[in-house]
């Protein structure tokens, strides 16, 4: 009987696959995820939302208002997620499991799991990016500030690719320079000492 259906993502180079489980079609999330050949893996610290107001500081922040909602922070913070990603040359696309730690809204005394989930749903099986992940929400006393709702670590993986342009290429004035200093036959740049005295050496080298 088979317990789960499976959707493969393969991507280039040859060998590198994504394979996401779900056994429900219609899930928010995936049951798991399975990843081989040649990826390599981003694992991102726990990221928390900014305020609502992009330029007040975080310790000018007095209110829960000023922060948003579990839905808007939970927003806030994969917007900082998809930010990091693509500085590291990745996309939304490529995670594969989230691990959300909410706290009650003070407002409620409750946590808000339906709020994480609408702002989940902007990112994830969306046209911009199909794909879901798998994930784990755990419910906390408290997050490191009395406004934080939301802390979100990802997991990222994607094909390993060639060294970036700054690791691989040197500027044309240093290539210009080895260029000079270069011998024509590269296995002339290592000279192996002499173990012969020097009159003996014309004889050794025609044996």
Do not use: C, W
């Amino acid at each position: 009987m088979t317990l789960f259906g499976t959707t493969a993502l393969v991507t280039s180079p040859a060998g590198a696959e994504v394979t996401r489980i779900k056994g429900n079609a219609n899930a928010l999330i995936l049951d798991g995820v399975r990843v081989g050949g040649e990826m390599e893996t981003f694992f991102l610290s726990g990221q928390l939302p900014s305020p609502v107001d992009p330029k007040k500081p975080m310790g000018e922040v007095k209110s829960i208002e000023e922060m948003g909602d579990t839905k808007a922070q939970t927003i806030s913070t994969l917007q900082k997620i998809k930010a990091l990603l693509e500085s590291q040359g990745y996309k939304m696309s490529d995670l594969v499991k989230l691990q959300l730690f909410i706290a009650a809204d003070p407002r409620t005394g409750k946590m808000d799991f339906a709020g994480a989930n609408e702002g989940f749903k902007q990112f994830f099986g969306t046209a911009d990016n199909p794909n879901t992940v798998a994930r784990s929400t755990f419910q906390v006393a408290a997050l490191v500030g009395p406004f934080f709702l939301i802390e979100i670590e990802a997991l990222a993986v994607k094909p390993k690719g060639p060294p970036s342009a700054a690791l691989r290429d040197e500027p044309a004035e240093n290539e210009a320079a080895d260029a000079a200093h270069k011998p024509a036959n590269d296995t002339a740049a290592y000279q192996r000492p002499h173990r012969y005295p020097k009159a003996l050496r014309k004889k050794a080298f025609q044996v």
